[in-house]
Every structure is written in C-alpha cells, then in structure tokens.
C-alpha cells in the first residue's frame, strides 16, 4: 500500500484540528492620544456651542426689535382708545341732549300713527269691499258726491270707476264714505 502525500495532508487535515489565528491585539492609546482626542472633541464642541451661542443672541436680539415695536403700537392704540372714549363720551351727551329736546314731540307722533292706522284701516276694508266687485256696477258716496260707473281697477289706496260717459275716474279710498 502507498499512499501519496496528498493523502497523508488530506488525513491530517482531518484529523488534527486547525489553528486558530491569533487575533491581534489593540495596540493601547497612550496617554498623549488619549489628550489628544479629548481636545479634538472638546474643540468641536466649542465651535458648535459658538454658533449656537450666536443664533440665540441674533434670536434675542431679533425678538427684542419686536417687543420694542408692540410697545410701541400698544401706546398709540392706548391714545386711540383715550380719544375714542373721550368721543363716545361727547356723544352720549349730545344723544341726552336731543332725547330731551324730542321727548315734548313723542305723543303727537303717536296721535298721529294711530290717526295713520285708523284712516289705513277704513281704507283697508274698503279696499276689501271693492276688490270682490271688479268688474260691475257701483255706486260711491265720497265726500265730493256720488260716482257711478263700471269698476274697472283697485289699487293699494285708489278706486278706478269708468262712468256711463266713458270718463275713467281715480278715486283715493280715503275719500269713500259708501260702496253700494
């Protein structure tokens, strides 16, 4: 029996197990490197705390020219109002004044109103009255005389009567004491 040397490596390939490589080692950071990194980290952390510091007093200073300026507008809009109530207050006075001088006036103008009604009322009825009776023949008895005729139209506060004549008359239903 021979066996090759390829066999005998094959053999002892399996049978023996293999190194294990050695895992190198960290080389450990001195003392020098470790002060270094500090710095490095401790410089970054300054320029990013700089421009921070600058954007928070850029804000402030920002936000001051604001506050200045509301202040302001808050004083002019302080006179406005000061003014605006020294108005009103002119005003009210003056309402008080002309309610005195109207007040004398108030019951003529209600005798008048009701005197309105009554005479909107009558005319009202009449108006009723007439408005079932388009078209035939009436008499009305008006405080000028009697008008006989045809009516031919009622409007909101007038009668239209054609006489016999064929003369077409208007005739305020104020004036109308009768419809026959």
């Known amino acids: 029996m021979t066996v090759s040397l390829r066999q005998i490596l094959l053999v002892k390939s399996n049978c023996v197990p293999a190194r294990k490589k050695a ?11 470790i002060v270094s990194r500090l710095r490095h980290r401790l410089l970054r952390l300054f320029t990013i705390l700089s421009r921070r510091i600058r954007r928070i007093s850029r804000d402030v200073s920002r936000l001051a020219g604001q506050v200045n300026a509301v202040s302001a507008q808050e004083k002019q809009l302080a006179a406005q109002l000061a003014q605006t109530n020294q108005s009103l207050n002119g005003l009210s006075g003056q309402v008080s004044a002309l309610a005195a001088r109207t ?6 103008i209600a005798d008048l109103q009701a005197e309105v009604e009554s005479l909107y009322a ?59």
Do not use: W, Y
Not at 103 to 108: G, K, L, S, V
């Open 103 to 108: 007040e004398p006036f108030a019951a003529q």
């Open 122 to 180: 009558t005319s009202r009825a009449v108006r009723t009255v007439l408005q079932g009776r388009v078209g035939t023949t009436v008499s009305l008895d008006t405080n000028a005389g009697s008008i006989s005729g045809t009516l031919t139209a009622v409007g909101d506060d007038f009668a239209q009567i054609q006489e016999p004549t064929g003369d077409i008359v208007l005739i305020p239903l104020a004036n109308v004491n009768s419809v026959t």
């Open 23 to 33: 895992v190198p080692r960290k080389k450990r950071p001195t003392l020098s490197d």
